[in-house]
């Protein structure tokens, strides 16, 4: 099968397509016949090497120390299942999917546990349009609900507002009953309205945290801003939750948690199938949509990687693979 693969780290030019072994199967695994992926944040960060502040051994001893551990990136897909393993229960040979698989998907084909992240695409979803999910909406949904605990009436400002992460936050901070207040760039102010937002601050006029303290949670979904400016916009029990930290994040987390006024909280998604199934519930009753940015094939992925890297991007850039040759169904 075809595969996007990188055996060293570099700029997106160390990408290339090449042909590798299609995955193998387990008896509780499916074989997906990827039709879109995506190239994130995280895949760029993997590929360049280009982990934040303190987290770069981490992240280079996660990925591979030397040289990349696993070649294929990619984690968001949409595609149709094309084999089930012998003890599958959950779905069946043709049934469309998506879901999100933390690597592999930049290829052909991608093995994905049955009871991993993924879950039937909605019906009204187009796969490029599926493959836009997974990654931002599962991280704003856990960032929001879990972390930050946003209920109704809660004042939420979204920074980074129309980014892979931040359109979903956007929309689901309104979804659990907050008032959201999403800060962009001037181009994207009309998008955020959509999306559901109830005021708009353009970062390249105003300094959001004029406001005042206000601001019951500030989630900063691509590291715009730091505490030491959010804080000024906070409540005075708010919390400030930075998707992308470093040492310093850490250290504030770990002494703002033994005071009674604001709070620095950081964690991590586990990528759960309850929550995918939840996004599509939203996704299928049309509570929820994906932005995409741009589309490129699989063999211009490296352009993909340049617009990701460029940090500049309004949603999701999707990568869409073509059907590859035709392989036996196995039931």
Known sequence: ????????????????????????????????????????????????????????????????????????????????VAVVGSKVTRFQVGDEVFGFAGDGAHAEYLAVGEDAAIALKPAGLSHDEAAAVPFGGLAALVFLRDFARVTPGRKVLVAGASGGVGVFAVQLARHLGAEVTAVTSTRNLDLVRSLGADHVVDYTREDYTGAGPVHDVIIDTAGTTSFGQAKKALAPRGVYVPLEFGLTEIFRSLTTAMTGGRKVVIGINGDRREDLEYLAGLLERGDLRPVIDSRFPLDRIADAHRRVEGRHKTGSVVVTVEPPEALRLVA
Do not use: H
């Open 1 to 80: 099968m075809k595969a996007a693969v990188y055996r060293t780290y570099g700029s997106p030019d160390v990408i290339r397509i090449t042909e590798v072994a299609r995955p193998e199967v387990a008896d509780n695994q499916v074989l997906v016949e990827v039709r879109a992926t995506t190239v994130t944040t995280a895949d760029w960060r993997m590929r360049a090497s280009a982990f934040p502040g303190i987290l770069w051994l981490p992240g280079r001893l996660m990925v591979g120390l030397f040289a990349p551990g696993k070649p294929v990136l990619g984690a968001e897909f949409s595609g149709r």
